[in-house]
């Protein structure tokens, strides 16, 4: 079993729809979560990071984490074309050094239809 | 503006080629990494670095070298022994401990 499994999508959804991206992980050492958004040939960038369980709100942004079931979402309302990208789901534990490498998921490429 | 920057942002090699892919971060990090991403494999690690002068292998470092001689600079070498090198590679910066890492735009390499 991977440390962290991303559906693989793709995913199409029409412009204004409620979005939900989801990860599991398997390794109950982490506690640090973020989600990247990664536009065709460019960098990711980090689009929400969150600490623990719980939910996360940035504008059209929701974060959540369900520690107990090993599971995170990334929500987006009223998706818009421009939130076409791919997302990646990362992970971190609160150990010192080598231990506090990012551990990613494989990211799901959202296509939003106008 | 700080921030993380790769050159080339194209780089095409020859078969049996060493070549150089740059990265600079004037974000005061001490950690460094390089990733290669390919269509339907996610992003892959092949070197770290913590600090000046000391790096780790990743998870794919075959083929590959680093070298860790200033703190913002983490160039990372593609020598011919790497068989398939074609793939799009991205350096990040990160403070050390469970923070957020910081990409460059990328340099997509093409073996012709």
């Known amino acids: 079993q991977k440390e962290v499994e991303q559906d693989p999508g793709p995913l199409s959804v029409p412009e204004g729809a409620i979005v939900s991206l989801n990860c599991t992980y398997s390794?109950?050492?982490?506690?640090?979560f973020m989600w990247y958004r990664q536009y065709s040939r460019k960098g990711p960038e980090l689009l929400m990071y969150?600490?623990?369980?719980g939910n996360k709100e940035d504008g059209r942004f929701t974060a959540q984490v369900d520690k107990s079931s090993k599971y995170i979402s990334l929500f987006i309302r009223d998706s818009q074309p421009s939130d076409s990208a791919t997302y990646l789901c990362?992970?971190?534990?609160?150990?010192?050094?080598?231990?506090?490498?990012?551990?990613f998921g494989k990211g799901i490429t959202l296509s939003v239809r106008p | 503006d700080g921030g993380i920057t790769q050159s080339p942002k194209y780089l095409f090699r020859k078969e049996g080629q060493n070549v150089t892919l740059s990265c600079e971060q004037n974000?005061?990090?001490?950690?460094m990494y390089w990733y290669r991403q390919d269509p339907g494999q996610g992003l892959r690690l092949i070197y770290y670095?913590?600090?000046?002068?000391?790096?780790q292998k990743g998870d794919i470092a075959e083929g590959y070298s680093v070298s860790r001689e200033k703190k913002e600079s983490f160039p990372l070498t593609v020598t011919s022994a790497q068989k398939n090198p074609t793939a799009f590679y991205l350096c990040?910066?990160?403070?050390?401990?469970?923070?957020?890492?910081?990409f460059g735009s990328g340099t997509r390499l093409t073996v012709v």
């Open positions: 990040a910066s990160s403070m050390l401990g469970p923070y957020g890492y910081t």
């Open positions: 390794n109950s050492a982490f506690q640090y």
């Open positions: 969150t600490y623990s369980s």
């Open positions: 990362a992970m971190s534990a609160p150990l010192g050094g080598a231990n506090s490498k990012l551990t």
């Open positions: 974000l005061n990090h001490d950690a």
């Open positions: 670095s913590q600090i000046v002068n000391d790096f």
